[in-house]
């Protein structure tokens, strides 16, 4: 029983490590080669957390080696052009000026229907407006709308918002972080002062409270029964 629970343990921490190596990507996300790697990583740890007469290291070794490889075609694909389009593939331009490029979307087996899914989710509903749609090798869709589609921006009306910067959370579901509320250059007498303002006793009843870099204090009660 401990040597199925050691074993376990191993391969998924081995698992995990490898998946960290490949970056922060999700699984929609993946490149095919990472796609292909992952299934065969799980394949092969399944098999010696499943059969105990098979050695530990049978299974190890080969997850290593993939890894190993994985990281050499990463370098390859970024000192060659060439070698990575073989590995990931080029994108393709399925919508160009408003007209579906059928050549391309079935040379890549692309459906009308998850052009129109794509769209949608992106909050387009009209082809026509669309400038450019791309077919990423993620298997994601880029749309670029005409330039008379595209919201206005701040800028183009002239006007100058005050740029709040990146928020900092203080407070996390009743929990103080200390580190953030000296980063932002306060102490607890001013979180006490926060706290009297919004008629809360103790840092244990806030829910969130983050601050942005032009001090502006965003805060969230905890309902009430919620401990």
Known sequence: MIIAFLRTIILYLLIIAGIRLMGKRQVGELEPSELVLDLIIADLAAVPMQDFGIPLLSGIIPILTLLSVTMVLSVLTMKSVKFRAIVCGRPSIIVENGRLNQQEMRRNRFTVDELNEELR??????????????????GRVSVIPYANQRPVTAEQMNLFPDDVGLPLVIINDGRLLEHNLKLRGFNEGWLNKRLEEHGVRAVRDVFLLSVDEQNRVYFVPKEVGVK
Not at 121 to 138: C, F, H, M, P, R
């Open 121 to 138: 989710v992106q909050g387009i509903t009209d082809l026509s407006t669309v400038k450019y749609a791309i077919l990423e090798t993620n």
